[in-house]
């Protein structure tokens, strides 16, 4: 389970942009059907796929590197095995351009190692929880 307080989960929802590394466009597959939900809901979500062109109506960046809108939140759906060069993405990210508040790591993915990185970077770190199921608890 997440080791996340209830104080960093409500931060991490009020947020505008979420880059989603992972963004499917498979509708059935979480990979799309939370994003498609946070978008419903008013969020701007940025997809990361680099097999995609376009994603939920946006063209999908190759990598949270290639992103070049500001971002608050990075959303992964990736493998725990995966977490670590995308946490250290969102590190450089908020340490040159001071964007990124967070990372949010889908139920069933964590990297402890990876999260206290961010969290000693300055970042909130979520893991092993469903943005959606949060947002509909607490939103």
Not at 41 to 51: A, K, L, S, T
């Amino acid at each position: 389970m997440s080791d996340a307080t209830e104080e960093t989960v409500r931060e991490l929802l009020d947020v505008e942009t979420i880059a989603v590394v992972g963004c499917s466009d498979t509708p059935g597959k979480a990979a799309h059907d939370v994003p498609a939900y946070l978008q419903d809901q008013g969020y701007d979500i940025v997809p990361v796929n680099p097999n995609r062109e376009e994603v939920l109506g946006r063209p999908a960046a190759d990598s949270l590197a290639d992103v070049g809108e500001r971002v608050d939140l990075v959303d992964v759906f990736r493998p725990s095995e995966e977490v670590s060069p995308i946490i250290d993405t969102a590190i450089k990210r908020r340490q040159r351009r001071d964007d990124v508040r967070g990372v949010w790591l889908q139920r069933g993915i964590r990297d402890d190692a990876a999260a206290a990185r961010a969290r000693d970077a300055g970042l909130l770190v979520v893991q092993d929880r469903c943005l959606e199921v949060e947002h509909r608890r607490l939103g």
